[in-house]
Nanobody, 114 residues
Framework: QVQLVESGGGLVQAGGSLRLSCAAS????????MGWYRQAPGNQRELVAT???????NYADSVKGRFTISRDNAKNTVYLQMNSLKPDDTAIYYC????????WGQGTQVTVSS
């Protein structure tokens, strides 16, 4: 089992920035990839960004050029730097860890006001 603790969500005005953090513990030796998904009210959960064990990153088209995912291996932590935020970015953001199984964090609310 892998435990994921997210932090960094909040309320920000359009055009602002936030940084999300997700610290992993437990069976982290099984690490294959980590990332972030989000779910807005009435919508399905969607991929935001992922980073693999080899450092390869993948982004949703809607966030390319605005969001950056990074990883601190020593701290077993993944970050999502979100710049130029838009009201459409409002959602609950979930940390994701792919190991032997899929693991999800509790989610952190991001609200972008216009």
């Amino acid at each position: 089992q892998v435990q994921l603790v997210e932090s960094g969500g909040g309320l920000v005005q359009a055009g602002g920035s936030l940084r999300l953090s997700c610290a992993a513990s437990g069976s982290i030796f099984s690490f294959n990839a980590m990332g972030w998904y989000r779910q807005a009210p009435g919508n399905q959960r969607e991929l935001v960004a992922t980073i693999t064990k080899g450092g390869r990153t993948n982004y949703a088209d809607s966030v390319k050029g605005r969001f950056t995912i990074s990883r601190d291996n020593a701290k077993n932590t993944v970050y999502l730097q979100m710049n130029s935020l838009k009201p459409d970015d409002t959602a609950i953001y979930y940390c994701y860890f792919r190991g032997y199984t899929d693991n999800w964090g509790q989610g952190t609310q991001v609200t972008v006001s216009s």
